[in-house]
């Protein structure tokens, strides 16, 4: 089974900074696509970012310029820089990672971390 554990959410002011981790673990050959989501209270979730396995990287309008996302392929894992915060910010940020468990097998599975919570103070 493949798990993804997201750290690095808190309580941050407007205009600060959070560096949001996710590491994938399990039975994992490679893994592709990976992303960043997040979800307000009586909101829609949201696509924040994503990253192909070569890097190469889409944004949300409404973080671009502020949020990079970046992976470690070696380690698994999934990173989320988020400077210039914003109240609007506030969410519970979750990682995707889309899968391939082994060399035999092909079709990708997404799955899901649990989520961290990042707090904006205005």
């Known amino acids: 089974q493949v798990q993804l554990v997201e750290s690095g959410g808190g309580l941050v002011q407007a205009g600060g900074s959070l560096r949001l981790s996710c590491a994938a673990s399990?039975?994992?050959?490679?893994?592709?696509?990976m992303g960043w989501y997040r979800q307000a209270p009586g909101k829609q979730r949201e696509l924040v970012a994503t990253?192909?396995?070569?890097?190469?990287?889409n944004y949300a309008d409404s973080v671009k310029g502020r949020f990079t996302i970046s992976r470690d392929n070696a380690k698994n894992t999934v990173y989320l820089q988020m400077n210039s915060l914003k109240p609007e910010d506030t969410a519970v940020y979750r990682c995707n990672g889309a899968v391939v468990p082994s060399r035999w097998w092909s079709t990708t599975k997404d799955y899901w971390g649990q989520g961290t919570q990042v707090t904006v103070s205005s």
């Open positions: 399990g039975s994992i050959f490679r893994i592709d696509d």
């Open positions: 990253i192909t396995s070569g890097g190469s990287t």
